[in-house]
């Protein structure tokens, strides 16, 4: 298990965060820009000294022992390949170190550059390659070791779209097989959704909530953090009382809501984002948001259906 406590400020601020991640487990620090998730990361793996607290992992305290003696694996977003290093001797770096065969060393350098498509750029050095090419290198580097902790900053971070997704999969599939404890940093909800079993949304330099990705997205904690993940229908008490629901604030996700049903409402927007479209429709005087397979057009009359039962009232 990694357990840690932690305290650090720089002018403006502060960060204070107690956090228990099980062996095995992916845990996604979702955030967003300023809010400590980086720093984090960077005191887990000493790089960054805490003014109070401890980090433990596996029973051993590591709070007094410099990044190398630390045994963990990490990427972070400048990436620092060694630039005088092949692409391939990038990967095979750690492997020296730890005193690896040659020839488990050269199997798994193979396999890295494969699966991450780098296999042509082997004999390449790093400024000869794109952004995303060296964001890879820097992937394969961090995974090579096998690490039992492993501390990825936005991994995904420079990639295009399809690389993006093909090696989502291979990360998630990699640190499942090699139960890799994870700490991920990503401002990507769907890329921790995806990678981990549990999410802790950060802001202002402290952990807000924790939990599976399902339990955070239904019940996020305060209006806040359902926005920061992307919930569009947050109702006023006036809106929650036009709609037919008690006069409070309210969260209503977007699948309590369907086209086709017994209310009206007129299409203020369409948004067309390729497998689906997004709809703002106006019910009486109530902008919601819905998605949809295919949408109708902007100004078009629609009928709609309103599960109610699924609106979350906030506390307080
Ligand atoms: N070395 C430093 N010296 C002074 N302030 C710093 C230092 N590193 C980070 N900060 C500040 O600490 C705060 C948190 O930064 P951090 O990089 O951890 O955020 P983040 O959540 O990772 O953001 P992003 O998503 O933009 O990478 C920011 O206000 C930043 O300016």
């Known amino acids: 298990m ?35 998730k980086s720093t984090l990361l ?32 990490f990427l972070f977003q400048d990436y620092a390949l060694f630039p005088h290093l092949s692409v391939a001797d990038n990967i095979a770096f750690g492997l020296l170190e730890a005193r690896w065969p040659k020839a488990a060393r050269e199997e798994r350098v193979r396999e890295l550059l494969e699966r991450m ?4 750029h082997a004999r390449k050095r790093p400024t000869e390659l794109s952004g995303g090419e060296q964001q890879r290198v820097a992937l394969a580097r961090a995974l090579a070791n096998r690490p039992r902790l492993l501390l990825l900053d936005e991994p995904l971070g420079a990639l295009d779209l399809r690389l993006r997704e093909e090696l989502l999969l291979f990360l998630r599939k990699t640190l499942k097989e090699e139960r890799v404890t994870t700490l991920l940093v990503t401002h990507d909800q769907g890329e921790a959704f995806l ?9 202002e330099g402290r952990i807000v909530q924790v939990g599976r990705p399902e339990e955070v997205y239904a019940r996020p904690i305060d209006p806040w953090a359902a926005r920061f993940l992307g919930h569009k229908n947050l109702l006023s008490p006036e809106e929650s009382r036009a709609l037919g629901l008690p006069p409070k604030a309210h969260l209503l996700p977007p699948k309590a809501l369907s086209l086709g049903g017994p209310l009206e409402a007129t299409v203020e927007e369409r948004l067309f984002y390729g497998p689906r479209v997004g709809l703002w429709v106006r019910l009486g005087g109530v902008r919601l948001y819905l998605e949809a397979g295919e949408g109708p057009g902007e100004g078009e009359r629609v009928g709609l259906s309103l599960d109610l039962a699924q609106a979350v009232a906030w506390e307080g």
Do not use: I, W
């Open 195 to 203: 990678l981990a079993q549990r999410v802790a949304l950060m802001r």
């Open 2 to 36: 990694l357990a840690l406590a932690l305290k650090k400020a720089f002018p403006g601020f502060r960060l204070e965060v107690a956090l228990e991640v099980q062996e095995g487990e992916v845990l996604a620090l979702l955030g967003p820009s300023g809010s400590g």
């Open 42 to 73: 960077k005191l887990v793996a000493g790089l960054l000294a805490p003014e109070e607290g401890y980090v433990c992992f596996a029973e051993a305290d590591l709070t007094p022992l410099p990044p190398e003696r630390r045994k963990v694996g």
């Open 117 to 120: 498509e780098l296999t042509p």
